[in-house]
């Protein structure tokens, strides 16, 4: 079989409470444009959106949890690049990661209430937990990851400046989180133990300090007059005595995204998202350490999470990936988002009718999404009509042009650079 440039894929969606409700969910919609949900090509399922449902993810990558497979025959695309690695992942991709396998994973999410309260384990530790527990760990590797919102997007992340927090544990009813014999500036060792010392408050000791959250002045708040407002929404979706509101609320960034705006979350870092729709893409791994905003049954050890937690983003700032230019697109239609220390890149081309945007050839593989409207697509000699939601396979070295729809175009492509 000669090889093709790109291969458009099937991808699938999950469902988990947090997702958006039936047709309501921008992932399930998108996942009902995959060709060959009807259930009657070779090795075809049916996906048809319950409107009683809430869907969550749509995943786009070769991770085994979800794989997506080749529109054409129905074929899990791993099994394609195993046939020919170099010829599709390239020899660059092949060496700097020391597997064959796309080593990202993209998503579309569409977040109806809190995600968990979370962190993903660096390098070093997930071997570990893996090692030790591979049914939960299903893997080695760490899960930098970024989003990029489609819609108006809310989210918790990293730490709040350590002198905002300061002031905010002065307050009467969150004093008694404070470290013992701590007078002085809080440090980060310290907050270590405000977050655990939270997350192992027993229930009445949250729903009082809840109560008193709720009752706070905007005054009250060092300036974060959304505390009161957030706080019975998150205790709606998880219970007042979920520790999880506390730590979000008190400790961390409350970031609000409008569309095309960016947010970069390392390896150990705190994490929550709370609602609208995002481009996700993450290093190839699925290991998480869950300790609030779910079900206490979901919840992992306190003291593991609190031993991993990551300093390096104290303020909103420091949350925020910024969209940069992209030097490979040719007529500028095209950002680039690209986190530190990440195994892939993400762009973004927003084109308008008729406008056309040409991506000079990379080293390495990619996976688009037609997020918005149509295209004609060129990939180096294979043309095709992208329409919305269609994802792609994108061999190395393939130049890609497109020319927008009477509808214009949103196109992001995760790739490695
Ligand atoms: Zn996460």
Same mark, same amino acid.
């Given at each position: 079989m000669a090889l093709e440039p790109i291969y458009q894929l099937r991808c699938s969606c999950n469902q988990y409470p947090w997702g958006k409700q039936g047709s309501n969910s921008l992932s399930a919609r998108l996942c009902a444009k995959?060709?060959?949900?009807?259930?009657?090509?070779?090795k075809d399922q049916e996906f048809k959106i319950k409107e009683d449902t809430s869907y969550a993810e749509m995943w786009m990558g070769t991770y085994p949890v979800l794989p997506v497979y080749l529109? +054409?025959?129905?074929?899990?695309l791993q099994n394609l690049i195993d046939a020919h690695p170099k010829e599709l992942l390239g020899e660059n991709t092949i060496q700097k990661f020391g597997?064959?396998?796309? #080593?990202f994973l993209p998503k579309v999410l569409s977040i109806a209430k809190a995600l968990p309260l979370q962190l993903h384990p660096n390098k070093g530790l997930a071997a570990k937990l893996h090692e030790k527990k591979p049914d939960q760990f299903t893997d080695p590797n760490h899960k930098p990851e970024i989003a990029i919102a489609l819609s108006d997007f809310e989210g918790f992340c990293g730490f709040k400046p350590l002198k905002h927090i300061d002031n905010l544990l002065k307050l009467e009813a969150l004093k008694?989180?404070? #470290?013992?014999?701590?007078? +002085?500036d809080l440090d980060d060792q310290q907050l270590t133990t405000v977050v655990r010392k939270m997350l192992e408050a027993d229930d009445q000791t949250v729903k009082e300090t809840y109560k008193a959250l709720t009752s706070l002045? #905007?005054?009250?708040?060092d300036g974060d007059d959304y505390i009161p407002k957030l706080a019975p929404r998150l205790a709606e979706q998880y219970?007042?005595?979920?520790p999880g509101i506390l730590v979000a609320l008190v400790l961390m960034n409350y970031m609000k995204l409008k569309p095309g705006q960016g947010l970069y979350i390392p390896a150990d870092c705190m994490h929550a998202y709370l609602s609208g729709d995002i481009i996700e893409c993450m290093a190839r791994s699925d290991n998480v350490l869950n300790t609030g905003?779910? #079900?206490? +049954?979901?919840r992992d050890n306190v003291e593991l999470f609190c031993s991993c937690?990551?300093?390096?983003?104290?303020?909103p700032e420091d949350c925020l990936l910024p969209k940069k230019d992209y030097h490979k697109s040719k007529n500028g239609k095209t950002a680039l988002y690209a986190p530190p220390l990440s195994e892939f890149d993400v762009l973004e081309t927003n084109l308008s009718v008729g406008e056309k945007e040409i991506l000079s050839k990379v080293n390495g593989p990619g996976i688009l999404l037609a997020t918005k409207g149509s295209a004609r697509m060129r990939a180096n000699d294979k043309e095709v009509q992208l329409t919305e939601g269609a994802c792609y396979f994108v061999a190395q070295g393939t130049e890609l042009e497109f020319e927008a729809g009477n509808d214009g175009l949103q196109m992001h492509m995760s790739f490695v650079g």
């Open positions: 995959q060709p060959g949900w009807d259930g009657k090509g070779p529109a +054409a025959n129905g074929d899990d597997h064959s396998k796309i #080593p008694k989180f404070l #470290p013992k014999g701590s007078g +002085a002045s #905007p005054s009250d708040c219970t007042e005595a979920d905003l779910c #079900p206490k +049954a979901e937690l990551t300093f390096t983003q104290h303020t």
